[in-house]
Structures are given as structure tokens and as C-alpha cells.
Nanobody, 113 residues
Framework: QVQLVESGGGLVQAGGSLRLSCAAS????????MGWYHRAPGKQRELVAT???????NYADSVKGRFTISRDNAKKMVYLQMNSLKPEDTGVYYC???????WGQGTQVTVSS
């Protein structure tokens, strides 16, 4: 059974920072590309960052230069460092594989203007 538990969200002013964490279970984690997804209010869920087993990363243009994804394979953890936050970053953030079949509760990020 795969479990994904996100944490670290909160309320922050524009320009501030947050660090999101995701605790994963299952042996598949260590060989899988992991991603962070953003669901803004009234919008579809969007993949904003990915990281492969060896550390290669990719970012959506909307977060490039501001967010950094990282992982610790031994601890089965994935992180998202969010800097220079903007109001449009507001929403629920989820970690998952690239072909999700199960979603955790996510963690709420609210950026005030």
C-alpha cells in the first residue's frame, strides 16, 4: 500500500517562503520520479516540479527560479522549498508519482498580497 502524507503548508505574505514535506511509503518510491502538484482555487491540478531518483529536476515555468524540489531516498521523503511566493501560488499542494492513482490530503498554502 502506497501512502503519501504532505505537510508544511501555511499562511505567508507575498515574497515569503515555505518548505513542504512529503512522507512516502512503498518500495517503488526509490526508483520513481516524484512530483509536486498544485491545485489553485477553481483550477485543475498542475504538476509544478519533478525529481528523478538520481536528482534530475524539472520545473513549470511558473515556479522556475523560485521553487526547489529535493528528495531523500533513504528516508523516502520529498521536499519543496518555496521562495518568493506570490498570491497565485495559493492552493493545495500534493506530492505524487507521475501517473497518480491515489491522492493524499495535500497541504494548504495561502499567500496574501
Amino acid at each position: 500500500q502506497v501512502q503519501l502524507v504532505e505537510s508544511g503548508g501555511g499562511l505567508v505574505q507575498a515574497g515569503g517562503s515555505l518548505r513542504l514535506s512529503c512522507a512516502a511509503s512503498g518500495s517503488i518510491f526509490s526508483i520513481s520520479v516524484m512530483g509536486w502538484y498544485h491545485r489553485a482555487p477553481g483550477k485543475q491540478r498542475e504538476l509544478v516540479a519533478t525529481i528523478a531518483r538520481g536528482g534530475s529536476t524539472n520545473y513549470a515555468d511558473s515556479v522556475k527560479g523560485r521553487f526547489t524540489i529535493s528528495r531523500d531516498n533513504a528516508k523516502k521523503m520529498v521536499y519543496l522549498q518555496m521562495n518568493s511566493l506570490k498570491p497565485e501560488d495559493t492552493g493545495v499542494y500534493y506530492c505524487n508519482f507521475l501517473t497518480p492513482t491515489y491522492w493524499g490530503q495535500g497541504t494548504q498554502v495561502t499567500v496574501s498580497s
